[in-house]
């Protein structure tokens, strides 16, 4: 008898153990912000970034795992940025509250109806189809009298009168209504993406209610901003890198929760863009259970989320650095039973293409003390230490060379020692300067009346020691000036 449930123990042990390994395993980090661009410490030019991330199981759900302590929390996180490794100097994991109450929720979701909405690449459904029912699944989380949602479409026409016509409604089954009455895309239909944007984020302004959570987009697209107002598109629509620009500030000054969700691949669809109009990383996918899973991850508040702040590689030492630059980030973090845990997918930051960057934060007064207490002193050569010495000093002998060395080229005779000053022969009428040979001294001749004692009026430079002899000139007529 004990034979046997030993082998139904390990028959039982040998199912069990792979699944369990493999739910284990399953547990991923979902970035809940894309990086930002925060001021390690005052007066400081070094870049820092802050994200935020949260753990998940395989189907997006929020999970607890078991993390180092708080002091030990940070050595325990590594991140990849551009591919080089650099360790926090500050992490700390934000418990989550399960039993609070959800605060209210309002939520514009903004779906993309332009042409190519109806190719049919997800699981052999159209885009657009795709798009629908994983928002179905999310109304399916929607609670009726607490929540508002808006279930809207854009193309390329009547997109800002469509966008502030927004109905929000209050109910799961006024929610649904609005799904199902979305238009069907049409061929002729282009994307104003960006126009869309800055609409979405304008209504969900007019709409936030006092005391509500924070008000969430999601931005549902298949392409990049594509307008043609001589083909009938409206006219005005924001178009080119500044129209980007323009939408991007929006969605930044707002504060909401953005998530856009590009359906395509990475070779159809531009993620930069999509990175800046977003304050997640943007998800980009062909595959449905993804796209599910997104709408999934973007209902979960962000109480229970680990913070972490990490300075910036040497390359990218200074603001100035990362004009035009496109960082690419990874997480990695280390549970104690020594399991590892990476990010679902990379995030991206995305610098101006020509200006300096500004810092988008502060580091908060905790982040700025483990900023000074991990401070790398010794990065890099010693020498950059006495950079600032070395770019004084580089001045000071370009403006040395610049005030001595032109003068000398363009103007040689009044800078020879051996010629008195001043040489210039037309502050004395008929006097020229004489030519010197080489090995001989210069001379110069004297005015009227100033001849050196004993010698001829080719006499040589006098010194300070000489007699001055002042002889009067006959018929000298005081009234009479140089000029006359």
Known sequence: MKVFFRIAAVVLASIGCPQGFAQEQAVSLDFLTKPTLIECEPQSAEPCFR??????????????????????????????????NVKPFYAAATAGTPDQATPPQTALL?????????????????????????????????????????????ASRDVESTIAAAHFVSTRAAAEAELDALPRPEARNNTALYSAVRAAVDVLRQQHRSGAGQPRLLLLTDGANDV?????????????????????????????????????????????????????????????NDL???????????????????????????R?????????????????????????????????????????GEATEIEQRAFLANARLDR??????????????????????????????????????????????EYWP?????????????FRQAPPGFEAAARGARAPMRSPGEHTIVQAVAEFDPNKTRLS
């Open 51 to 84: 994200m935020k991330f949260n753990f998940v199981d395989a189907a997006g759900k929020p999970v607890n795992v078991q993390l180092p302590p708080a002091d030990q929390l940070a050595s325990h996180v590594e991140i990849q940025i551009d591919g080089q």
């Open 110 to 154: 903004l779906f993309d109806v332009s042409g190519s909405m109806l190719k049919t690449d997800l699981g052999g459904q159209s885009r657009f189809d795709a798009a629908k029912g994983a928002a179905a699944e999310y109304l399916k989380n929607f609670s009726d009298g607490q929540d508002l949602v808006a279930i809207v479409p854009f």
């Open 228 to 288: 043609h107002p001589q083909s009938g598109d409206d006219q005005g629509l924001l178009a080119g890198a500044g129209g980007l620009a323009t939408a991007a500030a929006a969605v930044q000054q707002s504060g909401f929760d953005v998530l856009p969700i590009g359906l395509g691949d990475r070779h159809s669809i531009d993620e930069i863009t999509m990175a800046r109009l977003g304050t997640r990383p943007p998800l980009i996918t062909l595959d449905v």
């Open 292 to 318: 599910r899973k997104a709408f999934q991850l973007v209902q979960f508040s962000q109480d229970g989320s680990l913070t972490v702040a990490v300075q910036a590689p040497e390359s990218l030492g200074s």
């Open 320 to 360: 100035t650095m990362l004009v035009g630059q496109i960082v690419h980030f990874r997480a990695k973090v280390t549970l104690p039973d020594g399991s590892v845990r990476v990010e679902n997918r990379q995030a991206l930051w995305v610098a101006p293409p020509i200006a300096t960057p500004s810092f988008e």
């Open 380 to 425: 890099g050569s010693p020498l950059l230490f006495l950079r600032p010495f070395f770019v004084f000093a580089g001045f000071a002998a370009l403006l040395a060379i610049l005030w001595f060395g032109p003068p000398r080229l363009l103007w040689p005779d009044r800078y020879d020692n051996r010629v008195a000053r001043p040489v210039r022969p």
């Open 430 to 442: 008929g006097a020229e300067l004489p030519s010197r040979r080489e090995g001989q001294s210069g």
